[in-house]
């Protein structure tokens, strides 16, 4: 069974500052991994993907994160927060590479930004 | 840019009633899901929906849940007798094939 693991429920940085949320996942098979975002009151909204290839895979908003095999991990990261990037974030991972794709969510991060 | 739609995004019902919480997924999309968030809880898999038929559902999904396209445009979800432990976040998804998943804004469900 997949599962992801988030280290860190809560996150805080001071504006300008670096990001980094973490995320473990496991799985039997090649994963696809997902970073969503959730700001209040709003869905859940797609930040990047990884599902092969170039292991480091960048999103939107300066978003980035990199697919370790030998870790199973997949951090995101940001160089330089911004006060926008207050949100909740969630990792999660897909065992499906054809058809519907049952995504397996982690407990999420809360990112907040310190002015 | 084309979007999954939810309605009601705020429900409120009293234990033992029925509803039915709606969607319009984005129209080119062949796969469904819905997922549920309980407050302070992890996004939860309830169910996959493709070719007018159910794909894989979780074991929360038992019998008081269903879901139904009803007339190629809408997807919806129904608890046939609704539970305080019920009351959650309830996402709409679609996706296309081997696609990610795009969701909906939510419907906040509130069993009294």
């Known amino acids: 069974a997949q599962s992801v693991t988030q280290l860190g429920s809560h996150v805080s940085v001071s504006e300008g500052a670096l990001v980094l949320l973490r995320c473990n996942y496991s799985?039997?098979?090649?994963?696809?991994l997902f970073w969503y975002v959730q700001y209040p009151n709003q869905g859940l909204q797609l930040l990047l993907k990884?599902?092969?290839?170039?292991?480091l895979v960048k999103g939107i908003n300066g978003f980035e994160a990199e697919f370790k095999k030998s870790e199973t991990s997949f951090h995101l990261t940001k160089p330089s927060a911004h006060m926008s990037d207050a949100a909740e974030y969630f990792c999660?991972?897909?065992?499906?590479?054809?058809?519907?794709?049952?995504?397996?969510f982690g407990q999420g991060t809360r990112l907040t930004i310190n002015p | 840019e084309p979007e999954v739609t939810q309605t009601p995004s705020h429900q409120v019902t009293q234990m033992g009633q029925e509803v039915i919480l709606r969607c319009v997924p984005i129209?080119?999309?062949?796969?469904f899901y819905w997922y549920r968030q309980i407050l302070g809880q992890k996004v939860e898999f309830l169910v996959s929906?493709?070719?007018?038929?159910?794909?894989?559902k979780s074991e929360i999904f038992d019998d008081q849940f269903s879901v139904e396209r009803p007339d190629g445009s809408n997807f919806t979800l129904k608890i046939r007798s609704t539970k305080l432990e019920d009351s959650a976040m309830y996402f709409c998804?679609?996706?296309?094939?081997?696609?990610?998943?795009?969701f909906g804004q939510g419907t906040r469900l509130t069993v009294v």
């Open positions: 998804a679609s996706s296309a094939q081997a696609a990610e998943a795009f």
């Open positions: 799985s039997s098979v090649p994963p696809y």
């Open positions: 990884y599902t092969t290839g170039a292991t």
């Open positions: 999660a991972v897909s065992d499906v590479h054809q058809g519907a794709q049952k995504l397996v």
């Open positions: 129209s080119n999309h062949l796969y």
């Open positions: 929906f493709y070719n007018n038929e159910i794909s894989e």
